[in-house]
Each structure stands twice: as C-alpha cells, then as structure tokens.
C-alpha cells in the first residue's frame, strides 16, 4: 500500500462573500476598487438592469473624487460624463443631478442608514439634505426626509425666512463697494480695472442672490471665452431646472 500525503487544508464550509447593502439596495459596485468594476455597474444600472438611482450616484461620486476616471483613459471627469452620456443615452445633466445624490448619501451615510433609508424612500430629496441639516435639528431632518415627498422636504429644507432681516442695497462708488451707505470693500490702490471690474462682478452676483434668497456659487474658468461658453449652457439648464420643479 503506497502511502498518500494529507494536505492541511480545510475543506469546510467557505464563508460567504462578504456583500455591501444599505437599506434595499445594493452597493457592491459603487464601493469597489476597480474602476472597470464601479464603470460596468453604472452603465447597467442606466440600462435597467438594476434599479438603484442611490448606488448609482454613489459610483458617480466616487468615480469623481477618487479619480477612477483616469484608470478608465479620461483626463477629467466632465470627458467621463460626456463618454457616459453618449452611450447610454442620458442627458449630462441628469448625470450630475445623479452625483449629487450619491454625494449626499455619502457624506451623510451613518444616520440615513440609521433609519433605513432606500431607493424607495426618494433619493431626489437628498440634494436638499444639507441645506435642511443647516436649518433644523438633525433629529427632525432626518425624520422628514422619510415622511416628506421630495417637493415638501425640498421646500421645507430652505428653513423659515427672517422677517427681521433685511438687505442693504450694494453699490459701487469708486474704489469703494458700499452697503446702504457703508464701506463694505474698498479696492486697493493700483489694482488694475480690469481685475476691479472682476472682482466687482463677483461681489454684485453674490449681493444679487442674497437679496432673492438664492445660492451663488463662482467657478474658475480657462480664460473669458470659456466662461462665456459655461454661462450659455449655465442659462439654459437653470432654466430647463426651474421648469421641472
């Protein structure tokens, strides 16, 4: 009888595959590492073929800030989005609304996991998180995003106004930018016209949109030519925006 060698290897049961869930969705594709993995993930959610608007915007958000673009041959982000777009058929603008949604539920995981939250619980009200988390105590937010639809929590997200709060009008009078009647910046000597007036502009949108309780955001720019092509596309999406609501 020939002797046969025992290998010390266990041949029990295996553990499972350990699989990321919140809620009821699954976000094995979103977390992974492999960029090819997180790409295939989105493209079949927008297919169809799964149905989580919250794993797929989490993938969205991590292609963005962990840079998986690059591993997938873009340079930047917005070419992913345009390569993303022309494929599958889906407008870059809902594309974005998507990544702000898995913005949202990442950088507010633990306590919507607390509570449950899913795709069936409205991931559209989750762009407006933050905004309420600003406004109300975190207690009462996060009970509202359950029981609110996405037009009460978005409307109710922007906290009560203050009647007692009023704005001064902003004006410019020569190196001075006044509130009412006060010195509210005053430019440096020297500075050249061409960075006052840019400067300038920058101060007057944002006065402009504190006086209609608006939210403005500045954004860099190549050069002038750039800009004015962003504020064309930037006009015409506000308003597609507004429309919808």
Do not use: C
Not at 134 to 142: A, H
């Amino acid at each position: 009888m020939n002797d046969v060698a025992i290998q010390n290897q266990y041949d029990g049961q295996k553990r499972p595959k350990k699989k990321i869930e919140s809620g009821q969705f699954s976000l094995d594709f979103a977390y992974s590492q492999d960029a090819v993995e997180v790409d295939s993930g989105i493209k079949e959610t927008l297919r169809g073929v799964k149905l989580s608007i919250m794993a797929m915007g989490i993938a969205l958000y991590r292609v963005d800030v962990s840079g998986l673009f690059i591993d997938l041959g873009f340079k930047r982000f917005g070419e992913y989005i345009d390569h993303l777009a022309k494929e599958t058929g889906m407008s870059r603008t809902n594309l974005y609304n998507w990544e702000y949604i898995g913005e949202a539920y990442v950088k507010n995981r633990t306590e919507l996991d607390k509570i449950g939250f899913s795709d069936d619980d409205g991931p559209t009200k989750l762009p407006y998180l933050g905004r309420a988390l600003e406004n109300y105590p975190k207690r009462e937010v996060f009970k509202n995003i359950i029981e609110m639809s996405r037009r009460e929590f978005e409307e109710w997200s922007r906290g009560q106004p203050k009647k007692t709060k009023k704005y001064k009008s902003i004006r410019i009078l020569g190196k001075d930018v006044l509130a009412g009647s006060k010195p509210l910046v005053t430019f440096a000597e020297g500075i050249s016209p061409k960075d006052q007036r840019y400067y300038e502009g920058l101060i007057m949108e944002g006065a402009k949109a504190v006086k209609q309780n608006e939210y403005a955001k500045v954004y860099r720019f190549y050069d002038e030519a750039e800009a004015r092509k962003f504020d064309r596309f930037y006009q015409r999406e506000l308003k597609n925006l507004r429309t919808k609501k």
